[in-house]
């Protein structure tokens, strides 16, 4: 139903090439994602019925361009650039609503765009089941997902644009660091769904 | 508690303050949000303020609750009218001060056992435009190679936000001009609730 029709290599790839393959444009990740919605997700952002495969290898994901070429903090990971196109029509589309709100959101903060790349790329893969957050920019640094859950239960997730995020959960007294070092937009933490997940 | 990372806590750095800030001030905070957020957030703590050292505070034995609408509340406001103001909160500027760094075992680990609680927030003199009651507060900078990683920042910033919620939420009902002082010596919310035109939430 979708296939691969091209690869390059973004670190030698000129500039004026790279623009012009907006929206159509996945990276590999080490790990391979399989929902099947992940690739519906990408299908939603095509304009033209072209789009791309997550499902041929299982291991392609999605990254808007202006993101990447905003977030060259992205590119260190080990990646490969797919151009595909589809025979299918865009039916597939399974928007998560944090992406929606988030994209609804971005247009009023044209200065953010980085951030709210960030923001969005994150919620690609945050699972729609979980607990809704309050999205929040100051407009200057960065985009805030946080959920307050309760008196002593409060979490926040902040996007500052630079490929990656920081994030702190409360426990009862304190807020303590995420556990995951360095963590990448594309990746909800495990200690965070496991926050989110407990009632 | 280490505080290499604040060395201007050490002198006076402006020449017009009340000179340092000294841990028995109260330090009042004008909780001031975008429209979006949630007032309970950490929203009122942008941390690109807190970065820069530049979060506007104000020292509570030298100002009136009307000069912290007119100098710092104000000037936020205009500068960004989507945001709103929703009241402020006041803690000691020894418990600000008293919130270290959590490092993660592998900042530890890069570090001596000598830095392992080091202070996370600076609170600073910085009288401006007449107001003198004015300080700032932010991110402390210790003399150390990536001291600071997203996570720890986040971490840090959302326990100054339980230090300075512990006292609740304050608006009082008019601009009142008496000085903002005594409340280092209010222990207690519910003493603290029952100053005169005040409302806690």
Redo the contacts between chains.
């Keep these: 139903m979708l296939k691969a029709i091209e690869t390059y290599d973004p670190h030698t790839a000129p500039l004026n090439t790279r623009t012009k393959w907006e929206l159509f444009n996945v990276f590999a990740v080490s790990a391979p994602l399989t929902q099947p919605r992940y690739s519906t997700n990408f299908l939603s952002s095509a304009t033209t019925g072209s789009s791309l495969s997550s499902q041929a290898t299982g291991q392609f994901w999605l990254l808007e361009s202006h993101a990447w070429l905003l977030n060259p903090k992205i590119l260190t990971l080990p990646n490969a650039w797919v151009r595909a196109e589809t025979s299918s029509s865009l039916d597939l589309r399974v928007s998560t609503i944090l992406e929606e709100r988030l994209r609804s959101?971005k247009a009023g903060h044209l200065s953010m765009a980085a951030q709210f790349a960030d923001a969005i790329l994150f919620a690609k893969v945050f699972d729609d089941a979980l607990l809704q957050p309050?999205?929040?920019?100051?407009?200057?640094?960065?985009v805030?997902l946080?959920w307050?859950l309760g008196e002593k239960r409060?979490v926040?997730v902040?996007f500052?644009g630079d490929g990656?995020?920081?994030?702190?959960l409360?426990i009862d007294?304190?807020?303590?660091?995420?556990n995951i070092?360095?963590?990448k937009p594309f990746q909800v933490p495990s200690d965070l769904i496991a926050y989110l997940s407990t009632r | 508690m280490n505080r290499c990372g604040c060395p201007e806590e050490d002198s006076q750095q402006t020449s017009n303050s009340p000179g340092i800030v000294q841990l028995e001030e109260s330090i009042v905070f004008a909780m001031i949000f975008p429209r979006t957020a949630d007032i309970l957030g950490v929203a009122c703590l942008p941390n690109g303020d807190l970065k820069n050292r530049q979060l506007s505070v104000c020292r509570g034995d030298f100002s009136s609750y009307a000069e912290l609408l007119e100098r710092v509340v104000q000037p936020q406001l205009l500068r960004d009218p989507s945001r709103h103001y929703v009241g402020y909160h006041w803690a000691t500027c020894a418990e600000i001060r008293a919130i270290y760094a959590q490092l993660s075992p592998k900042q530890l680990q890069r570090q001596s056992n000598a830095t392992s609680e080091v202070g996370a927030f600076c609170v600073i003199d910085d009288a401006v435009n007449g107001y003198d009651a004015h300080a700032r507060v932010g991110y402390s900078s210790p003399p150390i190679a990536k001291f600071w990683e997203k996570h720890e920042r986040a971490a840090a910033r959302g326990n100054l936000l339980i230090v300075l919620q512990a006292r609740g939420t304050f608006k009082p009902t008019e601009a009142d001009a008496a000085p903002l002082t005594g409340f280092a010596n209010i222990t207690s919310p519910s003493a603290c609730s029952a100053r005169p035109n005040q409302t806690k939430r």
């Design positions: 959101m309050t999205i929040w920019t100051d407009d200057e640094t960065e805030v946080e307050i409060h926040f902040s500052e990656e995020f920081g994030y702190a409360r007294d304190r807020f303590i660091p995420g070092s360095g963590a």
